[in-house]
């Protein structure tokens, strides 16, 4: 499957797609485009080094329908099948997601449902929980509210603070995106409303 990672900033997820496809782990994927939104993300610098080809769309300068637009456009020109938002801090307007529609794949550091957004660490630290994780999850016109493919959890330490959680969170982040997204590509997801499984080999 030909997929199109996009991410806004740092795109330590988008290393890990990189990392585990160099090691094999994600056969039926094809990181074929980065798309980032910031001419200055990090990411764009990932991909030079690992040669993936890259495009920069703005999205400040312009509405978030031209955005989208821009970026769809992009997509089919470069025949992009599955689509993953590695750290990419935008909502899709819901032409987008109805035209990848069970095609995006999201990587959110809580356990979804609790603590959907922009600030999933800060909340949950204030909520005052003592387990919290990360999911990769299908997207749909909500947010982070699309079927679950993964989850994992961890706990919190007394004097936890935003940045430490963060922390913890990222390296399991690290390690489902790339095995959601194999069972994304490998067409081993079952999706019945917002349930899904996983075929078994
Ligand atoms: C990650 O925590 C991701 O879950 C969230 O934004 C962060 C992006 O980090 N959506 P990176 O750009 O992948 O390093």
Known sequence: MRVGVMA??????FQA?????????????DLAHLIVNKKDAYAIKRAK???INYTVITSHDRTR????QSVLKLLKELNIEIVVLAGFMRILTPEFIDTYRNRILNIHPSLLPSFPGANAHRDAIKYGVKVSGCTAHLVDEGIDSGPIIMQTSVTLSDGETEESLADKILKYEHQILPKALQLLCSGKIVINGRHIKIKSD
């Open 65 to 68: 329908g031209e955005f989208d």
């Open 17 to 29: 797609l990189i990392d585990a496809a160099e090691r094999g782990e994600i056969p039926d994927a």
């Open 8 to 13: 806004s900033g740092r795109g330590s997820n």
């Open 49 to 51: 080094k690992h040669r």
